[in-house]
């Protein structure tokens, strides 16, 4: 059974020429809601654009996603807000 995250993805792939079966989804997810729970939400999809970007220009993708982890991983708490984009409540 497909889910409307699976029927996205092959939408999305399709209309950009790309592998639906080459979108590590579950690594992009969990990228994201770590950028977005441990960072900053807006932060996220503006990482897993970078990433594409990076992948794009011939990086790895898993080293790659790996290295943001890492990021995140020792990203420094901060109290407070950081200023426009910032929507941690």
Do not use: F, K
Request: charged share 20%.
């Amino acid at each position: 059974m497909t889910t409307t995250l699976d029927d996205w993805t092959t939408a999305v792939c399709a209309e950009l020429g790309l592998d639906a079966a080459q979108v590590p989804v579950p690594a992009l997810l969990d990228l994201t809601r770590s950028v977005a729970h441990q960072v900053l939400r807006p932060g996220a999809p503006i990482a897993a654009y970078l990433l594409g970007i990076a992948v794009g220009r011939g990086a790895e993708p898993a080293e790659a996603a790996n290295r943001l982890r890492d990021l995140v991983a020792n990203w420094p708490v901060q109290l407070g807000s950081e200023g426009p984009g910032d929507t941690r409540a």
